[in-house]
């Protein structure tokens, strides 16, 4: 999730305005588990999302510095968009994470702080980042490393994943099979977005 921008706050590029950016179509963001019978992978097909930079041109250290007072970063996950590969298993898992009740998980945005600068323009950035995630009505604070890239003048890309448990968020893992069949409390979101820049704060279709 996060997510969006982090790959893009930390280019050799210097601007003097409100930057948005926006997820394209190349982007991918799943969740890996495993039961005690196999693994399983939900690709989430529905969500949203953007980053907005506000920049006052400074130099690129004291950007990264000072980067959570200027970006604002949230992402939303509609849960009855994540395919599993069977319908019974996307049934489940809506039913685990209370769809009906709460159809989003939403990531927000807290800080984020520069592990690692690249030694080569094509190695990424290393990130730590720092956010609020909610599941189930439910708010926990989580971090994760992010390898961030800069691609384009208006286009940046961001590599990473973290682990969470669903008990954490008041979830029962789903059962299948009279509960012959349950899902591990672990799960690992997977994200691979690339982000292009739209200046005048409206999504591209």
Not at 29 to 39: A, K, M
Not at 148 to 163: E, P, Q
Request: proline share 4%; with cysteine.
């Amino acid at each position: 999730m996060t997510i969006l921008a982090a790959a893009g706050l930390w280019t050799a590029q210097v601007y003097s305005q409100q930057l948005s950016y926006f997820p394209s179509e190349e982007s991918k963001l799943w969740i890996e588990g495993r039961s005690n019978v196999n693994e399983f992978e939900c690709e989430a097909n529905k969500y949203s999302g953007e980053a907005t930079v506000y920049d006052e041109q400074e130099q690129d250290s004291e950007f990264v510095q000072s980067v959570q007072e200027r970006l604002s970063l949230q992402v939303d996950i509609r849960v009855d968009g994540f395919e599993c590969g069977k319908n019974k298993m996307n049934r489940d898992l809506q039913n685990a994470l209370k769809s009906d009740n709460f159809p989003e998980i939403t990531f927000l945005f807290d800080s984020a702080a520069l592990l690692d600068m690249p030694k080569h323009p094509d190695d990424p950035f290393l990130v730590d980042v720092k956010g609020s995630l909610t599941v189930a009505g439910e708010t926990r604070d989580i971090h994760f490393e992010t390898r961030a890239f800069y691609l384009d003048v208006d286009k940046v890309r961001a590599i990473g994943n973290t682990t969470i448990r669903m008990s954490d968020f008041n979830v029962e893992p789903p059962t299948a099979l009279l509960g012959l069949v349950k899902a591990d409390d672990e799960l690992t979101v997977k994200f691979d977005l690339i982000a292009t820049e739209n200046n005048s704060g409206e999504q591209s279709p």
